[in-house]
C-alpha cells in the first residue's frame, strides 16, 4: 500500500521541528520567567467536561469511546482541560495559580493553511486572579513572549465582550435576536449586525451603539469614543476595567503593540470580559488570542475568575519565516568518521561530554565526512583513531588533533541555524 497521512495531518522533518521547538523555548523560557509552572493534562478528555466548560462541540472535536464504554474526545483546546484540572487537582489551595503549557491539540475543520487537524500550543492560565492588574499581566506576558521570538511585525488586538453583553441587556430584546447579533459579532458580519440593529422595538441608542462599537478601533481614543456610546445607554461603566488595563499596559511600555478593537471576538462562547488576538501581516488567521472566562471553573464546582491565552506554534512559525526570521537552532558541530567503531563510539562520549553536539560516521572515509558534514551545517570533520580525534581538511585528510583537554564546542555561546555548505573544514 501507499504511506499516507490522513487529512489535516501532516509529519515535521528535523529542521522544521528543530525552528518550532526554538520557537516554543523562547515562549517557555518568558512563560517561566514571569513565574508560571508548566502543567500537563492527558490528552483525552471526558466529552461531557469539555462540553461543560465550552460549550457545544459538535463537529469541532474528536470523539472516540473507550473500552468501558464512555466518550471521550481529544482535547479541542487546553483551557478547559486546565480548568477542569485546576477545579479538581487543585482545589482547595490558594491561589492565585499560574500554570504554563505546550501541548498537541486536535479539532476537526477544513484544512486550510495554517489550520491543520493537529497543532500545537504554548500559553499560559491565570486562575483566581481578577480585575485590570490581571488582565494587563496576561496581555503585557503575550507581549514579552512574542517578542522573544524575534517576530518584528504583530499586533495584539483587544477588545471586550463586556460591552456587546451590556448593549444586549440595554436593548430588551428576546433571545434570539441576542443570539443573532452575537453569532454576527463573532462572524464580524458587520452588515448583519446593522441589520438586526435597525429592528423594530430596539431603542435607537442601542441600535446607535451596536452598530458603531463593532467598528471602533484604535488607541485610547476608542475607548473615549466607545464610552460616549455605552453612556447614552446608561451602561459606561462596563469600560471601567478595560480602560484601567489599558492605563497598565501604557505604564509597562507595551500599548505601542496593542490596538483596541471592539469588534474583536474569540469562537468560544466562555469569554466574559476581555478578549485579544495576536495578529501578523500575511498570514490572514490570528496567531493566538485569549481572554477573560470568569464563568468556566463553577461548571466544575469550582467557581473561580480566570484569563489566558493561547499561541499556536505552527502558525507562529509561518509568520515568522515571512518576515525572514530563522529561530536560532544550534548548529552541528561535528561528524565524526573511524573504522574502529569502539573508538568512534568512546569519541563521541568525550566530544559530548565536553559540550560538543556530534554525528557518528562509522566505517566513512574522510572524503565522505567531509560531505556529510558540510550538507548537516557542521562546523567540523573528525576522524578518531588510535587514541587521537583528529580535524579533516577539505579534501578529507588528517590535518591537527584536537588538543587534550578538549576545547569548547564551536557553537558554544551561540545557536544559528545550520546552513548546507557551511563550514565544515
Same mark, same amino acid.
Given at each position: 500500500?501507499?504511506?499516507?497521512?490522513?487529512?489535516?495531518?501532516?509529519?515535521?522533518?528535523? !529542521?522544521?521541528?528543530?525552528?518550532?521547538?526554538?520557537?516554543?523555548?523562547?515562549?517557555?523560557?518568558?512563560?517561566?520567567?514571569?513565574?508560571?509552572?508548566?502543567?500537563?493534562?492527558?490528552?483525552?478528555?471526558?466529552?461531557?467536561?469539555?462540553?461543560?466548560?465550552?460549550?457545544?462541540?459538535?463537529?469541532?472535536?474528536?470523539?472516540?469511546?473507550?473500552?468501558?464504554?464512555?466518550?471521550?474526545?481529544?482535547?479541542?483546546?487546553?483551557?478547559?482541560?486546565?480548568?477542569?484540572?485546576?477545579?479538581?487537582?487543585?482545589?482547595?489551595?490558594?491561589?492565585?495559580?499560574?500554570?504554563?503549557?505546550? =501541548?498537541?491539540?486536535?479539532?476537526?475543520?477544513?484544512?486550510?493553511?495554517? !489550520?491543520?487537524? !493537529?497543532?500545537?500550543?504554548?500559553?499560559?492560565?491565570?486562575?483566581?486572579?481578577?480585575?485590570?492588574?490581571?488582565?494587563?499581566?496576561?496581555?503585557?506576558?503575550?507581549? *514579552?513572549?512574542?517578542?522573544?521570538?524575534?517576530?518584528?511585525?504583530?499586533?495584539?488586538?483587544?477588545?471586550?465582550?463586556?460591552?456587546?453583553?451590556?448593549?444586549?441587556? =440595554?436593548?430588551?430584546?428576546? *433571545?434570539?435576536?441576542?443570539?443573532?447579533?452575537?453569532?454576527?459579532?463573532?462572524?464580524?458580519?458587520?452588515?448583519?449586525?446593522?441589520?438586526?440593529?435597525?429592528?423594530?422595538?430596539?431603542?435607537?441608542?442601542?441600535?446607535?451603539?451596536?452598530?458603531?462599537?463593532?467598528?471602533?478601533?484604535?488607541?485610547?481614543?476608542?475607548?473615549?469614543?466607545?464610552?460616549?456610546?455605552?453612556? =447614552?445607554?446608561?451602561?459606561?461603566?462596563?469600560?471601567?476595567?478595560?480602560?484601567?488595563?489599558?492605563?497598565?499596559?501604557?505604564?509597562?511600555?507595551?500599548?505601542?503593540?496593542?490596538?483596541?478593537?471592539?469588534?474583536?471576538?474569540?469562537?468560544?462562547?466562555?469569554?466574559?470580559?476581555?478578549?485579544?488576538?495576536?495578529?501578523?501581516?500575511?498570514?490572514?488567521?490570528?496567531?493566538?488570542?485569549?481572554?477573560?472566562?470568569?464563568?468556566?471553573?463553577?461548571?466544575?464546582?469550582?467557581?473561580?475568575?480566570?484569563?489566558?491565552?493561547?499561541?499556536?506554534?505552527?502558525?507562529?512559525?509561518?509568520?515568522?519565516?515571512? !518576515?525572514?526570521?530563522?529561530?536560532?537552532?544550534?548548529?552541528?558541530?561535528?561528524?565524526?568518521?573511524?573504522?574502529?567503531?569502539?573508538?568512534?563510539?568512546?569519541?563521541?562520549?568525550?566530544?559530548?561530554? =565536553?559540550?560538543?553536539?556530534?554525528?557518528?560516521?562509522?566505517?566513512?572515509?574522510?572524503?565522505?565526512?567531509?560531505?556529510?558534514?558540510?550538507?548537516?551545517?557542521?562546523?567540523?570533520?573528525?576522524?578518531?583513531?588510535?587514541?587521537?580525534?583528529?580535524?579533516?581538511?577539505?579534501?578529507?585528510?588528517?590535518?591537527?588533533?584536537?588538543?587534550?583537554?578538549?576545547?569548547?564546542?564551536?557553537?558554544?555561546?551561540?545557536?544559528?541555524?545550520?546552513?548546507?555548505?557551511?563550514?565544515?573544514?
Amino acid at each position: 500500500m501507499k504511506p499516507v497521512t490522513p487529512r489535516g495531518f501532516r509529519d515535521v522533518l528535523p !529542521q522544521e521541528a528543530a525552528e518550532r521547538e526554538a520557537a516554543g523555548a523562547a515562549l517557555a523560557a518568558v512563560f517561566d520567567a514571569w513565574g508560571y509552572g508548566l502543567v500537563e493534562t492527558p490528552v483525552v478528555e471526558e466529552y461531557a467536561v469539555l462540553e461543560a466548560g465550552a460549550g457545544a462541540l459538535e463537529g469541532t472535536a474528536f470523539r472516540l469511546f473507550d473500552s468501558d464504554g464512555r466518550l471521550l474526545a481529544l482535547r479541542p483546546e487546553m483551557t478547559v482541560p486546565i480548568a477542569r484540572m485546576v477545579a479538581s487537582r487543585l482545589k482547595g489551595e490558594s491561589g492565585p495559580h499560574r500554570v504554563r503549557y505546550l =501541548a498537541e491539540v486536535f479539532r476537526e475543520q477544513a484544512s486550510l493553511r495554517g !489550520q491543520a487537524r !493537529q497543532f500545537t500550543q504554548a500559553g499560559i492560565e491565570l486562575v483566581g486572579a481578577s480585575g485590570p492588574a490581571a488582565d494587563a499581566e496576561v496581555v503585557a506576558l503575550l507581549i *514579552e513572549a512574542v517578542a522573544a521570538t524575534d517576530l518584528r511585525e504583530y499586533t495584539v488586538a483587544v477588545g471586550t465582550v463586556a460591552v456587546l453583553s451590556a448593549l444586549l441587556d =440595554a436593548s430588551g430584546a428576546g *433571545e434570539e435576536w441576542r443570539e443573532g447579533v452575537r453569532t454576527a459579532a463573532h462572524d464580524r458580519n458587520l452588515v448583519e449586525i446593522d441589520r438586526l440593529a435597525s429592528v423594530d422595538g430596539i431603542p435607537a441608542d442601542v441600535a446607535r451603539a451596536l452598530s458603531a462599537v463593532t467598528r471602533l478601533r484604535g488607541g485610547r481614543g476608542a475607548i473615549d469614543k466607545c464610552r460616549g456610546y455605552v453612556a =447614552a445607554c446608561g451602561c459606561a461603566a462596563v469600560l471601567d476595567d478595560f480602560e484601567a488595563t489599558w492605563e497598565l499596559l501604557e505604564a509597562a511600555g507595551v500599548a505601542d503593540r496593542v490596538t483596541v478593537d471592539f469588534g474583536t471576538m474569540r469562537s468560544f462562547d466562555y469569554y466574559t470580559g476581555m478578549v485579544f488576538e495576536l495578529l501578523a501581516p500575511g498570514l490572514g488567521l490570528p496567531l493566538g488570542g485569549g481572554g477573560r472566562y470568569d464563568g468556566v471553573l463553577a461548571a466544575f464546582g469550582a467557581p473561580a475568575p480566570a484569563a489566558g491565552f493561547a499561541i499556536g506554534i505552527e502558525r507562529l512559525h509561518i509568520a515568522l519565516a515571512e !518576515q525572514g526570521v530563522v529561530p536560532p537552532v544550534r548548529r552541528l558541530d561535528a561528524v565524526v568518521c573511524g573504522d574502529d567503531a569502539g573508538e568512534v563510539f568512546e569519541a563521541g562520549a568525550r566530544l559530548r561530554a =565536553a559540550g560538543w553536539r556530534v554525528r557518528l560516521a562509522v566505517g566513512a572515509r574522510g572524503a565522505e565526512t567531509v560531505t556529510a558534514a558540510r550538507d548537516a551545517g557542521a562546523f567540523e570533520a573528525l576522524r578518531a583513531g588510535k587514541g587521537r580525534i583528529v580535524r579533516l581538511d577539505r579534501a578529507g585528510e588528517p590535518a591537527d588533533p584536537l588538543p587534550d583537554p578538549l576545547p569548547a564546542s564551536p557553537a558554544a555561546g551561540s545557536v544559528t541555524a545550520p546552513v548546507p555548505g557551511g563550514d565544515a573544514r
